[in-house]
């Protein structure tokens, strides 16, 4: 592993992981809840996001050179480690492979209703395959290069989005308590865990200066544009309406109307849009998933590991039947990711934390 | 004769066969005799009968000269003036003895006078247009510096115009242009170090830098790569930069190739290396990024708002010639509902009675618009810009009432074809050429999103390659303001204190910020 990168990549790393294909769907999922209070859900989950962020961070100082799937081996033994590695490689597939289908179904409702699925999955495939055999140091600058365009993008959506916003949408506020704010919460917790990639790009760090300021920011505005996106979503739909769309953020767009009429459908331009953000999370997605099985096989051929990946993605990509069955396969995923974020991460760094401090006393 | 056709049939050659080659050169030794010394060069130089045998006799001092010059290479009132005439003058002084030493150190007046001791070196010498004088009964000759041969004078530098930057150009001459760039450089740290690349050519090849301010590693890396080039001859600087480059099968030039002395000075003082080739007006430069490809050396003559603005130009350019006609294509043939209406009617009027699909009709005119621009690079300049009017106007207009194309192609081909020229470097402006065609394929094969995926291929590409150690989009990541001062846009001089980051060169300070502040507030 060279270390080439600098403390400030990890912004793209982070936000690119955390603002992916999910965000055109997680505002009916988190309404099913918590209603017209969801963007709460979405700011204490982000702070808990935040505390996890740190956890990786602070795990991976500890073990410099190592990835949180081969820090698990060290913290839980060969045993338990592989269990869980395991639990991470299975997490990160499925999510990669129902992550690319679901933004294949968008676009083929969007943008190309005719093109045959494999066709879309395929390209996208093959170009996270080809980013990912030129190093972690190309992924960085693919980052970098998109991040800004996509944060105008969403930008953009947002600005045009404020004519319809109606702020009684809104109220009342907490109208039905705590429970409901959380149970909400925790639907975000999937696509907030993807923050763990700061657990497997740290050994490619060659410094870690202002490391925890950069990763407050790039949490603070992944935060900030789910929940501006759930309010916008929120004040021009009502909470009832929302739950009977099936991108809610792209409905978003569909609602704005140029009166200039440059752009007849602002929809397809925001689809499109979407094609760097998903192509960003899912190359995450397949790096933290190659170095997750390279501590499992605990082999050091990337290129094997990388190449034997595809057919898995490609059949699991294709098994769902319908937008619907996708739904499902993401919510049965998501408990995986809940067990990931709410558990295995806390419970490792609660273990290296108490080795560490008997060690102290020794 | 016999032993020879013997010789023959086992493949022996004999020995006077084999010095055909300068190396081979190294054999022969300097005789004492001057018949002998001039057989020996009338081996090596075998059918050159440009080669000048002046033999001297010095009657007062009896002693015997050889004079050898190749025509042409030489500056003949050179030799007549600093080599002849003093030898003559000096026995027309009576009964002296003139020896080796004595014509080096006192007769011969040239600036440059070596005395070699074997056929190599002076075989060599004679190839740099230098003149060699051989002296009956010594073993050694002296090499006279008389080098001069027809060259172009300096002139603006046809490739590269600009409006408000300097007319000097580079010439085919390496001492020409070197000493345009110290003209400009006055520091002893200005360095300029002499290689020889060619078997056969012998090419002069400097690299010139500026010491305590590079990274020597860079020095140490380009150094190596030239002397390990292998060849029989260097024609041109583009085969060392082909020879010498990261990524051979990139179709983005990882090398900047440039007539201009402004523009190579500028690249040295940011602690960049240029490497100059005898023979040609091109000067290579690195290490180089994206970015370097789409700055212009106007940009520095003129106030950095307005540079700023046609910066962003050229980057909005470089987009649209890349990708305007697959755009047109993907939101024609996939996305019609993204354009406005009134639009959709008339691209739909214009296209009716149209034989061909809109790929077909995009693929044609690009093929067109590429024929032209290399017919009026290859025509000479007038005729050049006839067949420019002639196929873009005639050509076009002739599609379209011939209802082959419909007229919005025609548009937006030209926009193509105008907005390449913005370009600054031509070679950069030839890639681009290109992956505007793979581009159009993924637009007509699946809409935005196969031009999006066409550009991630691209960005991949683009952020996995290199010059010299130096990402080609080391300019945009990791996020630094520095790097922004000089990319995208182009801040007030007095802002760009630092020399760029990326090249990691040993010292950083371009400016003292201090003192362009005091001068701003006096």
């Given at each position: 592993m060279s270390r080439e990168l600098e403390s400030i990549n990890i912004c793209s790393f982070i936000i690119h992981g955390m603002i992916s294909i999910r965000l055109l769907s997680i505002p009916r999922a988190i309404v099913e809840y918590a209603e017209n209070d969801s963007w709460i859900s979405v700011l204490i989950m982000g702070g808990y996001a935040l505390l996890i962020g740190y956890l990786f961070y602070w795990l991976g100082l500890r073990y410099k050179s190592l990835t949180f799937s081969q820090i698990c081996e060290k913290v839980y033994g060969k045993f338990f480690g592989k269990i869980i590695i395991l639990g991470i490689a299975i997490y990160t597939i499925i999510s990669f492979s129902l992550g690319i289908r679901l933004f294949t179904d968008g676009i083929r409702i969007f943008l190309l209703d005719t093109t045959p699925i494999i066709f879309i999955?395929?390209?996208?495939?093959?170009?996270?395959?080809?980013?990912?055999?030129?190093?972690?140091?190309?992924?960085?600058?693919?980052?970098?290069?998109?991040?800004?365009?996509?944060?105008?993008?969403?930008?953009?959506?947002?600005?045009?989005?404020?004519?319809?916003?109606?702020?009684?949408?809104?109220?009342?506020?907490?109208?039905?308590?705590?429970?409901?704010?959380?149970?909400?919460?925790?639907?975000?917790?999937?696509?907030?865990l993807t923050v763990g990639i700061i657990g497997y790009v740290l050994p490619y760090f060659k410094n870690f200066k202002k490391m925890k300021k950069w990763i407050a920011i790039s949490v603070s505005i992944s935060v900030a544009v789910y929940t501006i996106i759930l309010l916008l979503c929120i004040m021009a739909f009502g909470s009832t309406e929302i739950k009977y769309l099936i991108f809610p953020t792209i409905t978003l767009s569909?609602?704005?109307?140029?009166?200039?009429?440059?752009?007849?459908?602002?929809?397809?331009?925001?689809?499109?849009?979407?094609?760097?953000?998903?192509?960003?999370?899912?190359?995450?997605?397949?790096?933290?998933?190659?170095?997750?099985?390279?501590?499992?096989?605990?082999?050091?051929?990337?290129?094997?590991?990388?190449?034997?990946?595809?057919?898995?993605?490609?059949?699991?990509?294709?098994?769902?039947?319908?937008?619907?069955?996708?739904?499902?396969?993401?919510?049965?995923?998501?408990?995986?990711?809940?067990?990931?974020?709410?558990?295995?991460?806390?419970?490792?760094?609660?273990?290296?934390?108490?080795?560490?401090?008997?060690?102290?006393?020794? | 004769m016999i032993l020879d056709k013997l010789k023959n049939i086992f493949g022996i050659k004999n020995k006077e066969q084999k010095i055909d080659d300068i190396v081979s050169a190294k054999v022969i030794a300097i005789s004492k005799s001057l018949h002998k010394n001039k057989n020996s060069l009338e081996k090596i130089f075998s059918k050159s009968d440009d080669l000048i045998y002046r033999k001297i006799y010095l009657e007062n001092s009896n002693t015997s000269l050889l004079l050898v010059c190749i025509d042409g290479?030489?500056?003949?009132?050179?030799?007549?003036?600093?080599i002849l005439t003093p030898l003559q003058l000096e026995d027309n002084k009576g009964d002296i003895t003139i020896n080796l030493e004595k014509i080096k150190e006192k007769l011969i007046t040239t600036l440059e006078v070596e005395i070699s001791k074997g056929f190599q070196q002076l075989t060599r010498s004679l190839l740099s247009g230098n003149t060699l004088l051989f002296i009956e009964g010594y073993k050694q000759a002296l090499m006279i510096g008389t080098t001069g041969w027809e060259a172009r004078s300096i002139e603006s530098p046809a490739s590269e115009e600009t409006i408000g930057g300097s007319r000097e150009g580079f010439i085919e001459s390496i001492k020409t242009n070197i000493s345009l760039i110290r003209k400009r450089i006055k520091t002893p740290k200005l360095a300029v170090e002499l290689l020889e690349v060619g078997r056969k050519t012998r090419t002069n090849i400097a690299l010139v830098y500026l010491k305590g301010v590079i990274n020597h590693e860079l020095v140490g890396e380009v150094r190596n790569r030239i002397e390990e080039i292998d060849t029989d001859g260097i024609v041109g600087s583009s085969q060392i930069e082909?020879?010498?480059?990261?990524?051979?099968?990139?179709?983005?030039?990882?090398?900047?190739?440039?007539?201009?002395?402004?523009?190579?000075?500028?690249?040295?003082?940011?602690?960049r290396i240029t490497i100059i080739v005898d023979g040609t007006p091109f000067v290579l430069i690195a290490p180089v990024t994206f970015a370097t490809f789409l700055n212009s050396p106007d940009d520095y003559y003129e106030?950095?708002?307005?540079?700023?603005?046609?910066?962003?130009?050229?980057?909005?350019?470089?987009?649209?010639?890349?990708?305007?006609?697959?755009?047109?294509?993907?939101?024609t043939a996939y996305h019609p509902g993204m354009i406005p209406t009134p639009l959709v009617l008339t691209i739909t009027e214009s296209r009716m009675g149209l034989p061909f699909p809109t790929i077909v009709e995009v693929l044609i005119m690009e093929f067109t618009l590429e024929i032209l621009t290399e017919a009026s690079i290859r025509l000479p300049r007038p005729i050049g810009q006839a067949v420019s009017i002639v196929g873009g106007l005639v050509i076009g207009q002739a599609a379209v009432q011939a209802g082959i194309v419909s007229p919005l192609i025609i548009i937006v081909v030209s926009l193509t074809a105008l907005t390449s020229f913005v370009i600054p470097v031509y070679s950069f402006t030839l890639s681009n050429r290109l992956i505007r065609f793979p581009l159009i394929i993924m637009g007509g094969l699946a809409g935005l999103y196969g031009i999006f995926m066409g550009w991630i291929f691209i960005l991949i590409h683009l952020a996995s390659i290199e010059s010299f150690g130096v990402r080609y989009l080391g300019d945009f990541s990791p996020y630094k303001l520095e790097h922004l001062k000089d990319t995208i846009i182009k801040v007030p001089q007095g802002w760009m204190t630092q020399r760029p980051e990326i090249l990691n060169v040993e010292d950083t300070k371009k400016q003292d910020i201090e003192k362009a502040r005091m001068i701003v507030d006096e």
């Open positions: 999955i395929t390209i996208m495939i093959l170009a996270c395959l080809y980013c990912l055999l030129k190093g972690v140091r190309t992924i960085s600058i693919i980052l970098d290069m998109l991040l800004p365009l996509i944060l105008a993008f969403i930008l953009l959506l947002v600005f045009l989005s404020l004519k319809n916003v109606k702020f009684i949408h809104l109220r009342p506020f907490f109208y039905g308590g705590v429970k409901p704010i959380l149970q909400g919460a925790r639907e975000m917790a999937d696509p907030f569909k609602s704005i109307m140029l009166e200039s009429n440059i752009l007849e459908r602002a929809e397809s331009l925001y689809m499109a849009a979407w094609i760097p953000i998903t192509f960003s999370t899912l190359l995450l997605f397949y790096l933290a998933s190659t170095l997750n099985l390279k501590a499992f096989f605990n082999t050091k051929k990337d290129r094997v590991i990388i190449f034997s990946q595809v057919p898995l993605f490609l059949v699991l990509a294709l098994y769902p039947d319908n937008i619907s069955e996708v739904f499902y396969l993401i919510g049965w995923n998501e408990d995986l990711g809940q067990l990931l974020i709410f558990l295995i991460v806390p419970l490792t760094a609660m273990i290296e934390f108490f080795k560490e401090r008997r060690k102290n006393l020794k | 290479m030489v500056e003949r009132d050179l030799i007549a003036d600093h082909q020879l010498i480059e990261n990524h051979k099968w990139s179709i983005f030039p990882q090398i900047m190739s440039t007539e201009r002395v402004d523009k190579t000075v500028g690249s040295i003082l940011e602690g106030r950095s708002i307005t540079s700023s603005a046609m910066r962003v130009v050229r980057y909005i350019s470089y987009v649209l010639t890349t990708t305007l006609p697959a755009l047109y294509l993907a939101l």
